[in-house]
């Protein structure tokens, strides 16, 4: 009886995949390279000649690039240390939504080689670029006003400071310098 559930589980989150894909016009090529897997392996699951993946860090891909919740595959197991919220990340997601941009349609946006890298930013396991012109791409990509942007990256640019040991309560004068420095050589 539990290999009849399995298989009963494998085809609700392949079809769901298989479904995803051809409602979003989006080729297996490049869904398996925004999740960071093989062509051979999305075949494989959507055929379902494998079982869909128990990875955790597969599933958190797909659902990201499906705009979904990991938990809505039945193959994924809750980690124990839920991600911190992060803030930053939430003005991205809201942005995407401002815009009225499917999740996937903004992934597209960004080179073929850096896609697997915006999935992982967007599922919180990689941060947002501390680099001003790579965090840019996303301001382009977003439209976002060049004031609400620099508040951005300056949040961004804190928090890389904070995670590297920085006082910024005791070094307030120095960061409100270097930001201020900052925000006139972007001419803001």
């Not at 919180?124 to 942007?149: C, H, Q, R, T, V």
Request: proline residues 3%.
């Amino acid at each position: 009886m539990k290999n009849a559930d399995s298989k009963e589980n494998n085809i609700k989150s392949s079809k769901k995949v298989a479904d995803f894909l051809e409602q979003n016009n989006l080729h297996k090529k490049d869904f398996a390279q925004m999740i960071g897997v093989t062509l051979s392996y999305v075949y494989n699951i959507i055929d379902e000649n494998i079982p869909f993946s128990t990875r955790s860090t597969t599933i958190e891909r797909i659902a990201t690039v499906m705009d979904i919740m990991p938990e809505d595959f039945e193959e994924y197991i809750i980690e124990d240390d839920p991600e911190p919220y992060n803030y930053n990340l939430q003005v991205i997601k809201d942005y995407i939504k401002k815009n009225n941009m499917k999740v996937v349609d903004f992934i597209k946006l960004f080179e073929r080689k850096k896609r697997l890298k915006v999935v992982d930013i967007l599922r919180g396991k990689e941060p947002l670029p501390i680099d001003y012109m790579e965090l840019y791409a996303f301001k382009e990509a977003l439209n976002i006003k060049d004031s609400d942007f620099f508040e951005l990256w300056k949040n961004v640019f804190v928090v890389y400071l904070k995670k590297g040991g920085f006082d910024v309560e005791k070094n307030k004068g120095l960061l409100d310098k270097m930001l201020f420095c900052a925000k006139e050589y972007i001419n803001v």
